[in-house]
Each structure stands twice: as C-alpha cells, then as structure tokens.
C-alpha cells in the first residue's frame, strides 16, 4: 500500500470515477484551471477536459442548481463546495431539491448527486468560516451524510457517495488535507452506513468522526499510558445512516461511553447517538454516557480562544475519568 495525503486520497477517487463512469463530472469554483482550492482535483481538468471539470462563478446556489438538473437527467455531478460554510448560499438546492425529488416523484427521479467540500474549523478563519454542519443535513429526510477522518477512508467513501443513486452531502476535514495514511493500490470502495473501529478497547467506548477521531486517538494512547483505561475508539464515517448497530455492541462491551464532535452541542450529533444507546443498550450502562462538542459559541479569531472552543484530547480525558469514576464521583 502506498502513503498518500488525505487530499490526494481524494484525488485518486475522483479521477477513478470519472475514468470509470462518462456521466461522472466535478463542478466548482477554481476545481479547473486553479486546479481546486485546496487542489483536490489538481490535474483532472488536463486529463478530463473542460466539459468534466467545469469552473463556476462564485454562485454556489445557481451551480449547486445546474448539478441538481444534472442528475435529474442521469449524470452524475460532484459538485465542489469551497468550503462548507458558503454552501448555506446553496442550502435550498441541496435540502429542498436534492434530498426530495425522490420523494416528491414517487421514486422515479432518483438524484446521483455528490456535494463535497472542507468543513469544520481550521486555524484563525473566525466565526464565519470555521462551522461544522454534520447535524443540519443529518437532520433531513433524503439526504446521505459522510464524514471520513483518514486518507483511506476518504477514497472509498467517496467513490461509494459517487455511485450511490441518492444525493450525498460529503464533509472533508479541511486540517486533513495534508494527514497521510495508507491507501491500497487495487481498487476498493466503503460502503456507506458502516462504522470502523480506530481501536479495540475494554474500559470506555469513545464515539467520534472526521477531526476528532485524531483527537480521540491522542486521548486514548494517553488514558491506557497514564491512567491504564482501555478506550474503544469508534469512528461513525459516515453520520446518515447512522451505525447504530456498532456503537450499541461496542458499548455492551465496555458498558461506558464518550461521545466526541466538533459541532455545537446543541442538537448535535452526539445528542442522537446518545438516543440510540439509551434506547439499546440502557440496561449496559455503568454510568451516564458523556459528550464532549465544540464551545457553544461563534468560532473565536483568537488562536487562544479558538483552541479552547475545539475539542482536545484533554476534554476527552476527562470526561472518561468521570465515566469511569476515576475521580471517586
């Protein structure tokens, strides 16, 4: 296997899909000649040509519209989205048309359709550029939502979302980009719905996804080596559906659990998988099952104020300490 970047990851994907499929087309702001943003799609445009990788005006709700039409006839766009925080322009084409023509026609226009881009926070963008939306289009009826933390999670995730005949909303972690993991050579694909274990554990199940599975993962090495806690780390990857089944099993194993997001903690998606375990798995609880969310805040500018509003491995520490009365409560 090969260690590639996150982004590159990406990249793979995206040119194996359009080389598989003709219907398979990226459409965005600079995705062709600047060769993306964040240059996830860097050499498509060369390979591809023109009318596969379109460059957009700065009109995410008119292109995020065109991709819609597009899958209505049959095609399969990639609509690329800057960042997240710019596709609230386009939130009535994604949530009010993609995720219900299905419906709305009775099931004869199925919309194969992939809205991705970088979310979350990344360093000093401030409160308008720095937001995780996993729970707003978790929220609704119609629509897939994909959330993948390492490179090879990344690349088969998303040709999964590319081939899927339903609209996906993908979130890439934009301080991802440059993480690196193995990524196999031969062709494979993840299916959507299906949670992964980042690592076995017997004391503590920690939930997590996108960013904060590497946070998780910190606080698990530093738990099993200061204060010998077993942790289960696992990673959702993809938040709609939802892997209720994995989470329930890992908890009746360790019959404790932390549930860790980015996002605001106001209904997040912490609130929905502490739902699900309360109403599987309530009688396998040793205690109250714990989340640790984002400062309920706009992201602060401050480079000191902004990592206080992030999760840390040092919030996730302590609330498996209180999961696990380490402290004597």
């Not at 050499?43 to 991709?67: Q, S, W, Y």
């Not at 929905?272 to 805040?297: K, M, N, Y």
Request: aromatic share 6%.
């Amino acid at each position: 296997m090969a260690t590639v970047t996150y982004r590159d990851a990406l990249n793979q994907a995206l040119r194996e899909e359009m080389a598989r499929d003709p219907d398979v087309f990226l459409m965005g702001e600079e995705v062709g000649v600047y060769q993306g943003a964040y240059k996830v799609s860097r050499g498509l445009l060369e390979e591809f040509g023109a009318r596969r990788v379109v460059d957009t005006p700065i009109a995410e709700n008119g292109f995020a519209g065109v991709g819609v039409g597009a899958a209505m006839v049959g095609l399969r766009p990639v609509i690329e989205f800057m960042t997240w925080n710019f596709a609230l322009l386009a939130i009535d084409q994604v949530v009010n048309s993609a995720a219900k023509m299905l419906y709305m026609s009775g099931g004869q226009i199925p919309i194969p359709i992939v809205f991705r881009g970088p979310g979350g926070a990344a360093l000093q963008l401030a409160a308008q550029h720095s937001q995780a939306f996993e729970s707003w289009y978790a929220h609704v009826p119609g629509l897939k939502v994909v959330a993948p933390a390492t490179p090879y999670d990344a690349k088969g995730l998303l040709k999964s979302a590319i081939r899927d005949n339903n609209p996906v909303v993908f979130l890439e972690g934009e301080m991802l980009y440059n993480a690196k993991g193995e990524v196999p050579d031969e062709e494979y694909t993840i299916p959507l719905g299906e949670a992964d274990v980042k690592r076995e554990g017997s004391d503590v199940t920690i939930v997590c996804h996108s960013k904060t599975v590497a946070v998780v993962q910190k606080a698990a090495e530093q738990l099993a080596a200061e204060h010998d806690v077993s942790a289960e780390v696992i990673d959702l990857r993809t938040i709609r559906p939802l892997d209720v089944a994995a989470v329930v099993a890992s908890v009746r194993k360790t019959n404790r659990c932390v549930v860790v997001e980015e996002g605001w903690p106001f209904a997040g998606i912490g609130a929905q998988v502490v739902d699900s375990i309360q109403r599987e798995a309530f009688d396998d609880l040793d205690a109250p099952v714990l989340r640790v969310a984002g400062a309920d805040v706009p992201m602060p500018y401050n480079k000191h104020l902004e990592r206080l509003a992030k999760p840390r491995p040092e919030n996730v520490i302590e609330a498996v300490r209180r999961v696990t009365y380490l402290d004597g409560d």
